[in-house]
């Protein structure tokens, strides 16, 4: 049986804890799904991480920034431009 789905809650806080360890750590959503998330959940779906950024975006805790054409998400940084 496969461990229960988390929550787009859960997943947020997974987020910022992986912030508030690593606080330079910047990645897509995939990566961050593979890379940050996937230790402590296994497999999260990737619209479920898109979910939980959202959500973090809108209560100014990551900012979102192109890069080489792809979405790239970060701690938000207040005074540099997010």
């Given at each position: 049986m496969s461990?229960?789905?988390?929550?787009?809650?859960?997943?947020?806080?997974?987020?910022?804890?992986?912030?508030?360890q690593h606080?330079?750590a910047?990645?897509?959503?995939a990566g961050?799904?593979r890379?940050?998330?996937?230790?402590?959940?296994g497999e999260?779906?990737?619209?479920?991480?898109?979910?939980?950024?959202?959500?973090?975006?809108?209560r100014?805790v990551?900012?979102?920034?192109?890069?080489?054409?792809q979405?790239?998400?970060r701690?938000?940084?207040?005074?540099?431009?997010?």
């Amino acid at each position: 049986m496969s461990p229960a789905r988390p929550t787009p809650g859960e997943v947020a806080d997974g987020i910022e804890s992986y912030l508030a360890q690593h606080p330079r750590a910047a990645d897509t959503a995939a990566g961050i799904q593979r890379w940050w998330l996937a230790p402590r959940f296994g497999e999260v779906p990737v619209d479920l991480v898109q979910e939980a950024l959202h959500e973090l975006e809108r209560r100014g805790v990551v900012s979102r920034h192109e890069l080489a054409g792809q979405v790239v998400y970060r701690r938000f940084r207040k005074g540099r431009g997010g």
